[in-house]
């Protein structure tokens, strides 16, 4: 696909926890360099500091795992050609704002994630466009 739409192909990897985000973030990282992999670098989005309990006195934070980028550069480090693949903890959102209204604004999308979130007794969540935001009256209910 990559080279279909001109070398810009990206991933996001949404994982319901920040300590399945460091895992996958180590996974991934770990089946890129096996395999010899030049072009495909990751990064990762989680706050505080993890600790995994496979791991007694190890932790890690989202800085570090992405050595040395801040949260704030993040957007624009993925946005270049320099990174492919973003994996996001998510937990417990119950609101999603996007652009993107083909894949993700749209009611079956909606729907496929809740079903989604219902079977594993998860709550809702909401998928609008920024427009909805911004002119959303201020007494409206979230």
Same mark, same amino acid.
């Given at each position: 696909?990559?080279?279909?739409? @001109?070398? &810009?192909?990206?991933?996001?990897? !949404?994982? /319901?926890? &920040? #300590?399945?985000?460091?895992? $996958?973030?180590?996974?991934? %990282?770990?089946?890129? +360099?096996?395999? @010899? $992999?030049? /072009?495909?670098? +990751?990064?990762?989005?989680?706050?505080?500091? !993890?600790? %995994?309990? %496979?791991?007694?006195?190890? =932790?890690?934070?989202?800085?570090?795992? =992405? @050595? @040395?980028?801040?949260?704030?550069? #993040?957007?624009?480090?993925? /946005?270049? *050609?320099? $990174?492919?693949? #973003?994996?996001?903890?998510v937990h417990g959102?119950?609101l999603i704002v996007?652009?993107?209204?083909? *894949?993700?604004? =749209? !009611?079956? &999308?909606?729907?496929?994630?809740?079903?989604? =979130?219902? #079977? *594993?007794?998860?709550?809702?969540? &909401?998928? !609008?466009?920024?427009?909805?935001?911004? $002119?959303?009256?201020? %007494?409206?209910?979230?």
């Open positions: 696909v990559k080279h279909k739409i @001109g070398g &810009r192909a990206k991933a996001m990897v !949404v994982t /319901d926890s &920040r #300590l399945h985000a460091v895992r $996958y973030k180590q996974a991934f %990282d770990t089946y890129i +360099t096996e395999r @010899g $992999y030049t /072009d495909v670098r +990751t990064l990762v989005a989680f706050s505080g500091i !993890v600790e %995994d309990p %496979d791991a007694p006195g190890k =932790n890690w934070t989202e800085v570090a795992m =992405n @050595g @040395g980028i801040k949260e704030s550069e #993040l957007p624009e480090k993925f /946005d270049s *050609h320099e $990174y492919q693949v #973003l994996l996001v903890a959102v119950r996007s652009w993107n209204f083909k *894949h993700l604004v =749209n !009611v079956r &999308r909606e729907d496929g994630f809740n079903a989604v =979130n219902l #079977l *594993h007794g998860w709550p809702s969540v &909401r998928i !609008v466009s920024p427009k909805e935001i911004i $002119y959303a009256e201020p %007494d409206q209910p979230d």
